[in-house]
């Protein structure tokens, strides 16, 4: 879990922003370097090289760390997001999210949002298909670091515990660094910090040691140098980017539910009988879920549970707009003394995919 570090004083001025809210409860705050407008299209049925009807399609704001501060605010969790936009799809962008009451630290970037559909048709699993966005120039990624700056110090100023999160994909030619450097603020600032990217972005985050990070079973693969073919396989994986500095590690397993590797050990949980529509933003669920159980103060063993009970509510959903269902937590367990030979329904084998590989196996995944 994410080393915790105590704010600063609350402001006796009584500023406006964070300190509106109730003093002294959480605020996570999301950061989203590449954000999408993500389209949502059912057909009945699909055929390549052949007219495919739409029998009804939806558009919402989205980028990893966008869907997480939705799935925040959904459920009652202070949250602000921090992205770039420009344009029309940034003004939809923005718009939407105001709509939704989600507050919002935009940065003008004067450059359009890439756009993701998914596409699902019933009895498969759906399909992404994403754009890769626009290179943004070097003064709008020093604006979203000051941004972040500015938005973080505002909660400290509040005496509010705060937290960050830093999700998702760069845009192209973004150099990698920019994930260190928002960790590094973050540790100058004492804001516990999670990472939940892939690939060499991944790479560079994890040497900048985060309290956390949200790898699925293929990224934590790559980043380890192993295969992964069992729940101990999971666990040692973990261990070794423990001994390289994180934190913690909150390991998605897909069917297989999910990891929980810190200091004190490694938990392991699962959610059954589950109704699955859509896996589509499960990981981002999932985060939230956790990162919904920290600001409430709660224990490893009810965080991992939080984390579950969130991606469990969103799956069943076919967009990432979900509330979360308590029906399901009673069908969550939560286990120090799992079988770590129990093999995955999805093992990892390669030691080290390439980036793209990861990539193909992340879409693959979903959570």
């Known amino acids: 879990m994410p080393r915790s570090r105590p704010p600063p004083a609350a ?6 922003g964070f ?3 109730e003093s002294g409860a959480s605020v996570i705050v999301t950061v989203t370097p590449s954000p999408s407008i993500d389209w949502t299209v059912n057909v009945n049925s699909f055929e390549f090289a052949a007219v495919n009807i739409v029998a ?3 558009r919402e704001a989205s980028g990893k760390g966008i869907n997480v501060s939705v799935a925040l605010h ?7 997001a921090v992205f770039p936009a420009g344009q029309e ?9 105001q709509a939704q009451d989600v507050r919002i630290a935009s940065v003008e970037s004067g450059h359009d949002v890439r756009t993701n559909i998914t596409l699902l048709v019933p009895g498969h699993s759906g399909t992404k298909i994403n754009e890769t966005g626009t290179a943004l120039p070097g003064h709008i990624l020093d604006q979203i670091l000051s941004t972040c700056r500015a938005t973080l110090e505002q909660g400290l100023e509040a005496g509010r515990p705060v937290m960050m999160a830093i999700c998702g994909s760069l845009p192209p030619g973004t150099p990698e660094h920019f994930h260190r450097n928002l960790i590094r603020l973050g540790r100058d600032l004492g804001v516990p910090t999670v990472v939940d990217a892939s690939g060499e972005v991944l790479s560079a985050a994890i040497s900048e040691q985060p309290d956390l990070i949200k790898p699925n079973v293929h990224e934590l693969a790559h980043e380890a140098g192993r295969n992964i073919e069992t729940l101990g396989d999971v666990m040692a994986a973990a261990q070794d980017l423990r001994g390289r500095g994180v934190g913690s590690v ?15 050990g490694a938990l392991h949980g699962q959610a059954d009988g589950v109704n699955v529509v859509n896996t589509v933003g499960a990981g981002d669920a999932a985060l939230a879920g956790f990162l919904a159980g920290l600001a409430a103060e709660g224990g490893r063993t009810a965080c991992l549970r939080s984390a579950l009970l969130y ?6 959903h076919e967009t990432t707009l979900f509330e979360v269902d308590p029906s399901i937590a009673g069908r969550i367990s939560v286990d120090a003394d799992f ?6 329904t999805e093992p990892s084998v390669g030691p080290a995919p390439s980036a793209t590989q990861s990539t193909n196996r992340t879409v693959a995944a979903n959570i």
């Not at 959904?74 to 602000?80: A, L, P």
């Not at 799809?89 to 999210?97: A, K, M, N, S």
């Not at 079988?339 to 995955?344: F, I, Q």
């Open 19 to 21: 300190a509106q809210v």
């Open 56 to 58: 009804s399609k939806s």
């Open 250 to 264: 909150l390991a998605s397993l897909g069917a297989d539910g999910m990891m929980l590797v810190d200091g004190a």
């Open 11 to 16: 402001d006796a001025a009584g500023r406006r």
């Open 89 to 97: 799809t940034g003004r939809f962008l923005v718009t939407e999210l």
């Open 339 to 344: 079988d770590t030979a129990l093999r995955l």
């Open 311 to 316: 991606a469990s509510s969103a799956v069943g």
């Open 74 to 80: 959904r459920n009652g969790v202070d949250t602000v």
